[in-house]
């Protein structure tokens, strides 16, 4: 495979990849992991210098979770 094809077939990966995450849905590698999109709610701490109270505000965030097959593969590492 030369290398224009194989970063066209990545470009075209990570496009789905992009627009299920974003579209709300999760996306699992088989034997590899899930993606998805998780919302991290907004919370207030404690500046740890100045004392002062800060809010973060609410966003998006992307998790993965590993499967248990790479899980098994990392006890024997």
Do not use: D, W, Y
Not at 21 to 28: A, N, R, T, Y
Not at 38 to 61: D, G, S, Y
Request: glycine share 4%; aromatic share 2%.
């Amino acid at each position: 495979m030369t290398k224009t094809r194989a970063e066209e077939l990545l470009n075209a990966t990570v496009a789905v990849l992009q627009k299920e995450l974003l579209g709300g849905k999760s996306v699992q590698l088989q034997n590899f992991g899930t993606l998805e999109m998780t919302r991290k709610n907004a919370r207030t701490v404690v500046h740890p210098k100045t004392k002062e109270l800060t809010t973060i505000p609410e966003k998006m965030q992307l998790s993965f979770k590993v499967s248990n097959t790479i899980k098994e593969e990392l006890k024997n590492v």
